[in-house]
Protein backbone atom coordinates (compact mmCIF):
# COMPACT_ATOMS: atom_id res chain seq x y z
CA UNK A 1 0.00 0.00 0.00
CA UNK A 2 1.26 3.17 -1.12
CA UNK A 3 1.20 6.42 1.05
CA UNK A 4 -1.24 8.36 -0.61
CA UNK A 5 -3.28 5.09 -0.58
CA UNK A 6 -3.20 4.91 3.13
CA UNK A 7 -3.50 8.25 3.24
CA UNK A 8 -6.54 8.46 1.49
CA UNK A 9 -8.36 5.65 4.10
CA UNK A 10 -7.04 6.83 6.82
CA UNK A 11 -8.91 10.60 5.84
CA UNK A 12 -12.28 8.38 5.00
CA UNK A 13 -12.13 6.15 8.22
CA UNK A 14 -11.49 9.53 10.21
CA UNK A 15 -14.38 11.43 8.18
CA UNK A 16 -16.64 8.15 9.02
CA UNK A 17 -15.64 8.77 12.95
CA UNK A 18 -16.92 12.17 12.73
CA UNK A 19 -19.36 11.68 10.88
CA UNK A 20 -20.68 8.60 13.33
CA UNK A 21 -19.83 11.25 16.40
CA UNK A 22 -21.41 14.04 14.89
CA UNK A 23 -24.56 11.66 14.05
CA UNK A 24 -24.24 10.07 17.89
CA UNK A 25 -24.18 13.72 18.94
CA UNK A 26 -27.33 14.87 17.56
CA UNK A 27 -29.65 11.69 18.56
CA UNK A 28 -27.54 12.39 21.99
CA UNK A 29 -29.00 15.88 21.75
CA UNK A 30 -32.46 14.98 20.58
CA UNK A 31 -32.41 12.25 23.07
CA UNK A 32 -31.67 15.16 25.91
CA UNK A 33 -34.03 17.24 24.48
CA UNK A 34 -37.32 15.03 24.42
CA UNK A 35 -36.09 14.19 28.25
CA UNK A 36 -36.35 18.32 29.07
CA UNK A 37 -39.45 18.78 27.00
CA UNK A 38 -41.31 15.46 29.29
CA UNK A 39 -39.98 17.05 32.67
CA UNK A 40 -41.19 20.80 31.43
CA UNK A 41 -44.72 19.10 30.80
CA UNK A 42 -44.63 17.64 33.85
CA UNK A 43 -44.10 20.80 35.67
CA UNK A 44 -45.95 22.78 33.98
CA UNK A 45 -48.87 20.05 34.85
CA UNK A 46 -47.72 19.91 38.90
CA UNK A 47 -47.82 23.90 38.66
CA UNK A 48 -51.19 24.05 37.32
CA UNK A 49 -52.27 21.49 39.51
CA UNK A 50 -50.82 24.10 42.37
CA UNK A 51 -51.88 27.21 41.36
CA UNK A 52 -55.71 25.34 41.71
CA UNK A 53 -54.93 24.05 44.45
CA UNK A 54 -54.16 27.25 46.21
CA UNK A 55 -57.39 28.49 45.01
CA UNK A 56 -59.37 25.34 46.73
CA UNK A 57 -57.13 26.21 49.78
CA UNK A 58 -57.74 29.76 50.12
CA UNK A 59 -61.69 28.83 49.53
CA UNK A 60 -61.65 26.47 52.08
CA UNK A 61 -59.69 28.70 54.78
CA UNK A 62 -62.70 31.22 54.06
CA UNK A 63 -65.30 28.44 54.61
CA UNK A 64 -63.60 27.77 57.67
CA UNK A 65 -63.38 31.35 58.95
CA UNK A 66 -66.93 31.90 58.63
CA UNK A 67 -68.31 29.19 60.12
CA UNK A 68 -65.80 29.50 62.82
CA UNK A 69 -67.09 32.88 63.43
CA UNK A 70 -70.34 31.29 64.43
CA UNK A 71 -69.48 28.95 66.44
CA UNK A 72 -69.50 30.88 69.51
CA UNK A 73 -73.27 31.01 69.42
CA UNK A 74 -73.18 27.55 70.50
CA UNK A 75 -72.33 29.35 74.16
CA UNK A 76 -75.38 31.56 74.72
CA UNK A 77 -77.56 28.68 72.87
CA UNK A 78 -80.05 26.71 75.28
CA UNK A 79 -79.13 23.12 73.38
CA UNK A 80 -77.48 21.65 71.07
CA UNK A 81 -77.67 22.93 67.81
CA UNK A 82 -77.37 19.38 65.15
CA UNK A 83 -78.09 21.54 62.06
CA UNK A 84 -74.99 24.07 62.68
CA UNK A 85 -72.90 20.43 63.67
CA UNK A 86 -73.70 18.99 60.26
CA UNK A 87 -72.95 21.84 58.58
CA UNK A 88 -69.72 21.60 60.19
CA UNK A 89 -68.88 18.06 59.96
CA UNK A 90 -70.08 18.12 55.89
CA UNK A 91 -67.70 21.22 55.57
CA UNK A 92 -64.80 18.86 57.33
CA UNK A 93 -65.30 16.04 55.65
CA UNK A 94 -65.64 17.47 52.06
CA UNK A 95 -63.24 20.24 52.75
CA UNK A 96 -60.77 19.68 54.95
CA UNK A 97 -58.00 18.63 53.19
CA UNK A 98 -57.77 21.85 51.60
CA UNK A 99 -56.91 23.35 55.01
CA UNK A 100 -53.13 23.29 56.38
CA UNK A 101 -52.26 21.02 59.26
CA UNK A 102 -52.96 22.92 62.10
CA UNK A 103 -56.32 24.36 60.67
CA UNK A 104 -57.34 21.49 60.44
CA UNK A 105 -56.62 20.66 63.93
CA UNK A 106 -58.05 23.62 65.51
CA UNK A 107 -60.71 23.01 63.28
CA UNK A 108 -61.13 19.77 64.54
CA UNK A 109 -60.75 21.21 68.27
CA UNK A 110 -63.75 23.79 67.35
CA UNK A 111 -65.76 21.14 65.81
CA UNK A 112 -65.51 18.74 69.04
CA UNK A 113 -66.02 21.98 71.37
CA UNK A 114 -69.53 23.02 69.49
CA UNK A 115 -70.54 19.71 70.55
CA UNK A 116 -69.36 19.14 74.15
CA UNK A 117 -70.03 22.48 75.35
CA UNK A 118 -73.99 22.78 75.53
CA UNK A 119 -73.77 19.09 77.06
CA UNK A 120 -71.58 20.80 79.89
CA UNK A 121 -73.04 23.93 80.17
CA UNK A 122 -76.25 22.35 81.19
CA UNK A 123 -74.75 20.51 84.03
CA UNK A 124 -72.90 22.57 85.38
CA UNK A 125 -75.51 24.59 87.58
CA UNK A 126 -75.65 20.98 89.46
CA UNK A 127 -71.78 20.63 90.02
CA UNK A 128 -71.06 22.44 93.31
CA UNK A 129 -67.58 22.72 95.09
CA UNK A 130 -64.34 20.91 93.39
CA UNK A 131 -66.58 19.53 90.85
CA UNK A 132 -67.89 22.95 90.15
CA UNK A 133 -64.22 24.55 89.69
CA UNK A 134 -63.70 21.69 87.11
CA UNK A 135 -66.41 22.03 85.29
CA UNK A 136 -65.41 25.54 84.50
CA UNK A 137 -62.38 24.99 83.56
CA UNK A 138 -63.86 22.32 81.14
CA UNK A 139 -66.08 25.07 79.57
CA UNK A 140 -63.00 27.69 79.33
CA UNK A 141 -61.20 25.12 77.46
CA UNK A 142 -64.53 24.62 75.02
CA UNK A 143 -64.64 28.46 74.48
CA UNK A 144 -61.56 28.94 73.69
CA UNK A 145 -61.21 26.28 71.15
CA UNK A 146 -63.82 28.10 69.75
CA UNK A 147 -62.94 31.43 70.16
CA UNK A 148 -59.62 31.12 68.82
CA UNK A 149 -60.09 29.35 65.56
CA UNK A 150 -60.38 32.22 63.55
CA UNK A 151 -56.96 33.68 64.46
CA UNK A 152 -55.27 30.24 63.71
CA UNK A 153 -57.08 30.28 60.27
CA UNK A 154 -56.29 33.82 59.46
CA UNK A 155 -52.94 33.22 60.00
CA UNK A 156 -52.74 30.16 58.18
CA UNK A 157 -53.57 31.99 55.21
CA UNK A 158 -50.55 34.20 54.62
CA UNK A 159 -51.31 36.14 51.53
CA UNK A 160 -48.00 38.63 51.83
CA UNK A 161 -45.58 37.99 49.13
CA UNK A 162 -41.95 38.03 51.10
CA UNK A 163 -39.92 40.92 49.48
CA UNK A 164 -43.13 42.79 48.89
CA UNK A 165 -42.01 46.98 49.33
CA UNK A 166 -43.82 48.57 51.73
CA UNK A 167 -44.06 52.50 53.21
CA UNK A 168 -43.70 52.87 56.78
CA UNK A 169 -46.42 55.12 58.90
CA UNK A 170 -43.33 57.90 58.62
CA UNK A 171 -43.65 57.11 54.73
CA UNK A 172 -40.19 55.34 54.37
CA UNK A 173 -39.70 52.11 52.35
CA UNK A 174 -39.97 49.54 54.35
CA UNK A 175 -39.54 45.40 53.55
CA UNK A 176 -42.08 42.66 54.63
Given at each position: ?7 T??N???FA???A ?7 LR??LFQ?F??KWR??E???K???A??D?K ?11 R??P ?8 D?N ?8 F??R?L ?9 F?K???A ?13 E ?10 V??DL?NDM ?6 LSSEVD?E?P ?12 QS
Amino acid sequence: MSELEFNTIANIFTFAVSVALLLGGIKLRHHLFQEFEEKWRTLERKDKFRLAALDEKLKAHQEAFALARQMPNVMGSEGFDFNFYTKCNRFFDTRSLYLTHNARDAFAKAMAAVHLYPMNAKSLPRERGHKREKAMEVLADLSNDMLILPSILSSEVDLEVPGDRLVTSDGQPGQS
